[in-house]
DNA sequence: CTTTTTTGCTAAAACGATTTAGGAATCACG
DNA sequence: CGTGATTCCTAAATCGTTTTAGCAAAAAAG
C-alpha cells in the first residue's frame, strides 16, 4: 500500500527516454534542448498523471539550493515578530519555499550559532534581525552572497539589502502629538542601545522635545531582567514628579510600565499621556486605551517577501534594496488632551 | 577563499582510509565494525580539528530522514501558540532538529495541503493542532507510522500520542472560584465546536453551573468575522441583564469581550466577574486585571518535545504517549468578590 | 601446516535529482 | 557521394552520505 513516491526515473521507464531527457522537460529546458514536442507531452502528462513532484531533498543535494529561507528575530513569542512571521509564512509557502523560524535571544553567540546551523543546511535565503554585535557574522554572510535581508535595523556601514521603519520621524512626531496635546515634560523610556533602530528613536523624540523648547528626560535601561527594570522605572517616575506624560520605546517597555504605573502611580495611568513604540491589540483594549507608533507589519512583511523572492530569481548583487516604511501614529485615549476631565 | 566545507571524503583521503570507514567512526560505529581504535582516533581527531559536519541534505537523502521537525497551529500569531513555539524551538534546535512552524487556520483542506508539501521533505516528526475536520489527515499520517504527537485537542477515537490539559476540570474549577466569590448569573461565551477543548471546556462550565443550582447562560458563537462575533456577544450580554460574571472560553474571545465591554457596558468592566482560558501577560496589566486559567506552557512544550524525542530515538508504536496536563487558575482583580467597592 | 575464525577494513550501490559532454541519425550542400 | 550541420536524445559523473556484501591478512584451532 505504502507504494513509494515516484521519481524521475519512474516516469523515464514508463515513457521509454532516458532521466536525462526527463529531467530536462521537466525543468522547461525541453524546446532549449531539443526535445520533441511529442515527448515533452508524453512526459508532461504522464507526470501529471501520476502527481509527481521531485523530490527537494535530492534536488538540494544537487543543485546546493534549499528552498528554506530563515526568518530570524529576536524572540519569536513577540507579538510583533510573531505576526509578522505569519505574513512571511503565506507568501512563502505560495512560492514553495519553507521558513524556518529562529530566535537568536538578540545575542550574538546564538546568532552565529544558528547561522552556522544553516549554513551547513544550504539555506537559500535569509531574513534577519541581527543582533547588537552581529556585524561580523553579516559581514561572513554578505561574502558567501546569499540572499539576504536585514531588517527591523541594520548596520549603516554595511551594504546590506534592508526593510525598516522611518523610526526617528514617527517619534518625532508622535512626541509632536504629544506636545500639541498639551503635555510639557515628557520621560523617554528606552534600552540603552547603539543600534540603529533604538537609536533614531531616542533621536526622534530629543529632536522634537527641543524644538518645542522642553527638556529631555530619558530614562536608559540597561538590557535588564524584568524585575530590574521595573524597579528603576519605578524610582525615574518617583524622581521626575513634574512629568505629565511617558513614551515608551518598545512594547516590551510599555507592558512592564504600565504595571509599575498601575502599582506605583496608580492616578497617573488616566492623567498622564501615554506613548508606545510597537502597536498591539491589547493597547486597544486597555483602559485608556493607548496611543502607538503602528509599524506597519504587512507592508513589512510583503517588502520583505518580495525583495526576498526578487534576490532569489536574479540573484544580482549590482543593486541594494533599502526600504525605508512609513509608521502610522494610532493616537488613542491615552493622549488625549486631559483638561476636560482634571477637574 | 570560499572554500568548500569538508566531506567524508576530504577525511577518508587524508587518515588514507576510505570513506565507509569514516562513516562508521562518525557513527559510532567504529568499535562494532572492528574499525581500530587507533584508526577510530585518528579520524575523530581529525574531524573535530577541521570542524567537520555532515551535509544533512546528503544523510537526509541517504536515510530518508530529515531531522525537520514540523509544528502546526492554529495560527502562529497568536500569542498561546507563539509562546509555545518558542519553547519547542529551543529544545529542538538543542537536539540538532529543526522546526518549521506553520498554520492551519484551523481549516482542513489547509491542513491536507500543508501535510502533503512536508510528507515529500520527508519530515521527521509532526507536533499538530488539528483543525476540526482534520481526522482523515491525520489517519494518514498515523498509517504512514511517522513519529506524531496532536495537542491542545486530539480525536478520542483515534489511538494518537497527544499532550492536552484537562480543560474540563480547569473550567468547572474557575467556575465554582467564581461562584464561590459571589458571582450568581455567569454567563459563558464560547465558540461552536466540536473539538475536544471546546467541549470539555462548556461540560466544565456547565457542570459546576448545575451543581450550585444556578441557570446556565452560554453564548456559543459561531466561526465568523471578529466584527459580527462582538455584536453577537454585545447583544448576548443586553439580553441578559442579570448577568454579574462572564467567562470567555478562549483568549481571542476575551479580546473581543473586553472591548465590547468597554464600549457598551463600561460600568460592567469592574462590577462583573471576568474570567479567561488562556493566560496572557495583558490580563496582568489589563485594569482591572483579568483571572484566567493559564496553561502551563512550558510543560506542555517540554512534554511535547520529551514525547517527541523519545519516538525519534526508538519508534515503538507499541505504547501510544496520552497526556494531560493541570492547569493553573490566576486570580486577579477581576474575579474577585465585589462587594467591598458595589457601595 | 592446513583450515577456520577473527580482525580490520573497503568497493560499490544506493538515495533522486542535475548537468556535461557527446553520439547516432537525418538532412543539407557542394 | 563526402562533409558538415542539425536534430533528438543519452551515458555517466556528480552532490555527500549510508550500508551491504565481502576481501585480505592475521590469529586461532585442529
Redesign the interface.
Known sequence: ??SK?PSIKDIASYINVSVTTVSFVLNGKGPEMRISEEVIQKILNYAKEINY?P????Q??RTGK?NVIVFMVE?????FF??L??II?VTA?KKGY??????NENDDRHTEE?LQ?F????VTGYIIIPSAGAKKQIMALL??DVPMILFDRYFPELETNYVVIDNGNATYKATRHLIGNGYRNIGFVTIASKQTQMMDRLKGYNKAVKEAKLQSRVLELPFVKASEGEGLMRHFFEANPELDAVFFATNYLT?RG??VM?EYLPGK?NEWGIMTFDD???F????PSISAVAQPLEEIGNKLMEIMLELLKHNEKRTVHQVVLKSELKVRDSSKAKDANSI
Open positions: 500500500m505504502k513516491r513532484t523530490n527537494q531533498l535530492a538540494s543535494l534549499s524572540d519569536i513569542s513577540n507579538p510573531a505576526r512571521a505569519r509564512e509557502y519553507k521558513v524556518i523560524f529562529c530566535s544558528l546551523v549554513r551547513d543546511q544550504k561574502e558567501e507592558q504600565l504595571l498601575r495611568l498591539n491589540e491589547f486597544r483594549i486597555h483602559t
